[in-house]
C-alpha cells in the first residue's frame, strides 16, 4: 500500500538549487503558531483512522530460546507467521540492563534541548547523519513532525570509542559520555540482532548462521527519534506510512504509543509493552527472504500533550554486499522475486531518487532494471 499522493514521494533531482530552501524548523516555535504550517500538512487518505483493537504480535523470550533446540523452532514458526502476515515481532528477556534503556532515552535530553543553533551547527546537507529537523533538507511537504539525531555503527570497526568519537566530533568534547551511553547500546544491539538473525535463518529454514554471516561487517544506521506535542497532530505524522528500506529495525519506544503498522487492510496499534524490542522487518530483508517476509508498513501519529520518544537500530549489510537469498527459498534462476543488488545501490535510490513509502522495492527495481539492464 502506497501514499495516495505518489508526488510526494519522487525526490528532487540533487542538481536542484535548494539555497532558498528551509531546512530547519524549531517546535518549540511551531507549537505556538495557531495554524499546522502547509508543509506539515498530509494527503488526507493518508490520514485515515486506524483500528482501537492493538495488534497482537508474537513475543519471543530470548533467553528461553537459547539453547534449547525445541524452543527455538517453536518460536521460529511463531516469527515465520508473523513475518509473512506483517513483518513484525517482539522480543523480551533480551539481557539488555534497563538501566542502559533508561539512560538511552535519558540523553535525548541532553540532544533535542540545545539550542537550535547548536543542533543545527551538527546537521546534514547531503548525509544522513547528524541532527534533521523533520527532514527539512531532503523534502518540502509533506514533512514528519519530529526531530532526530542519526549516527553511525560498524560492526568491525578499528576504534571500540566509534560512537563516542561521531559525537565528540559532531557536538563536543562534552558530549563524551552521551556518546558513551550510545555506544553500549549499539553494542548491546549488535548482540539482539545475532539471536534474532540466527531465529529469522531457522524460520525459513536455511542454515542457522546464514544471516548472521552475512551481517557481520554491518553498517547500521542508529537514529534518535524525538516527537514533539503538535496542536494539530491529526493533520500531519511523526513517521508517515512507508517500509524501511534497511534490513532490520530493532525499536525501542517509550510507553507514549503513537506506532501503527497496516494489516489487514487497516491500520492498527503497536501497544508499547515495558522491557520489549520490536523487531520489525524492512524491505532489504524481503529481499533476502525472496519476498517470503513482509516489509512492516508501519506510520507514527504525534499527540498533543508530551513528547514520544523512540530508539531505531536499522541494521544494513556493508555497502558492497550483494542482497540474494539462501538457495533453499529458490530452486531456478527465474524463481528469484528480486534481481542481484548492493545495499549502497538501493540506500542511493532512496536518498537521491524516491521517498521511502509502501512500493520502494518495487520501484527500485523497476529502476534498477531501467538504469543498469546489463547486469541484470
Given at each position: 500500500?502506497?501514499?495516495?499522493?505518489?508526488t510526494a514521494h519522487v525526490l528532487h533531482p540533487p542538481s536542484e538549487d535548494l539555497k532558498d530552501k528551509k531546512t530547519?524548523?524549531?517546535?518549540?516555535?511551531?507549537?505556538?503558531?495557531?495554524?499546522?504550517?502547509?508543509?506539515?500538512?498530509?494527503?488526507?487518505?493518508?490520514?485515515?483512522?486506524?483500528s482501537e483493537e492493538a495488534l497482537d504480535a508474537p513475543i519471543i523470550d530470548l533467553k528461553a530460546i537459547k539453547n534449547d533446540e525445541s524452543a527455538m523452532a517453536s518460536a521460529a514458526e511463531l516469527v515465520?507467521?508473523?513475518?509473512?502476515?506483517?513483518?513484525?515481532?517482539?522480543?523480551?528477556?533480551?539481557?539488555?540492563?534497563?538501566?542502559?534503556?533508561?539512560?538511552?532515552?535519558?540523553?535525548?535530553?541532553?540532544?533535542?534541548?540545545?539550542?537550535?543553533?547548536?543542533?543545527?551547527?551538527?546537521?546534514?546537507?547531503?548525509?544522513?547523519?547528524?541532527?534533521?529537523?523533520?527532514?527539512?533538507e531532503r523534502f518540502s511537504s509533506s514533512l514528519p513532525w519530529k526531530e532526530t539525531f542519526t549516527f553511525p555503527y560498524s560492526h568491525i570497526h578499528e576504534s571500540q570509542t566509534q560512537v563516542v568519537d561521531f559525537f565528540k566530533s559532531a557536538l563536543g568534547e562534552e558530549f563524551q559520555h552521551t556518546g558513551l551511553v550510545y555506544q553500549r547500546y549499539c553494542n548491546a544491539m549488535k548482540e539482539i540482532t545475532e539471536v534474532v538473525l540466527e531465529l529469522l535463518a531457522i524460520s525459513l529454514g536455511a542454515d542457522s548462521l546464514y544471516y548472521k554471516k552475512f551481517f557481520e561487517d554491518a553498517e547500521t544506521i542508529?537514529?534518535?527519534?524525538?516527537?514533539?506535542?503538535?496542536?494539530?497532530?491529526?493533520?500531519?505524522?511523526?513517521?508517515?506510512?512507508?517500509?524501511?528500506?534497511?534490513?532490520i529495525t530493532i525499536l525501542h519506544q517509550d510507553q507514549i504509543g503513537g506506532l501503527e503498522i497496516f494489516v489487514d487492510d487497516q491500520w492498527v496499534p503497536v501497544r508499547p509493552r515495558p522491557h520489549t524490542f520490536i523487531v520489525n522487518i524492512g524491505d532489504t530483508f524481503t529481499a533476502l527472504s525472496n519476498g517470503l517476509y513482509k516489509s512492516c508498513f508501519h506510520r507514527v501519529w504525534c499527540n498533543t500533550q508530551v513528547v514520544r520518544r523512540s530508539l531505531s537500530f536499522f541494521l544494513c549489510p556493508k555497502g558492497d554486499k550483494i542482497v540474494k537469498p539462501p538457495n533453499n527459498l529458490f530452486s531456478k534462476e527465474e524463481e528469484r522475486n528480486y534481481p542481484d543488488f548492493t545495499w549502497l545501490d538501493f540506500y542511493q535510490f532512496t536518498?537521491?531518487?524516491?521517498?521511502?513509502?509502501?512500493?520502494?522495492?518495487?520501484?527500485?527495481?523497476?529502476?534498477?532494471?531501467?538504469?543498469k539492464p546489463s547486469n541484470l
Open positions: 500500500m502506497a501514499s495516495s499522493d505518489d530547519a524548523y524549531d517546535f518549540n516555535l511551531l507549537q505556538k503558531e495557531a495554524k499546522m504550517p502547509e508543509e506539515f500538512v498530509w494527503p488526507s487518505g493518508d490520514l485515515v483512522k486506524g515465520k507467521k508473523a513475518c509473512m502476515k506483517h513483518g513484525l515481532f517482539e522480543v523480551t528477556n533480551h539481557g539488555v540492563d534497563p538501566l542502559l534503556i533508561i539512560a538511552a532515552h535519558k540523553e535525548f535530553d541532553t540532544i533535542f534541548n540545545l539550542s537550535m543553533s547548536k543542533k543545527l551547527s551538527a546537521g546534514t546537507k547531503t548525509n544522513v547523519y547528524g541532527y534533521s529537523s523533520a527532514h527539512a542508529m537514529r534518535c527519534n524525538s516527537y514533539p506535542p503538535c496542536n494539530d497532530f491529526k493533520l500531519t505524522f511523526g513517521i508517515g506510512p512507508h517500509c524501511d528500506p534497511t534490513s536518498q537521491k531518487h524516491y521517498r521511502v513509502d509502501g512500493d520502494t522495492l518495487q520501484r527500485f527495481v523497476s529502476w534498477l532494471r531501467a538504469s
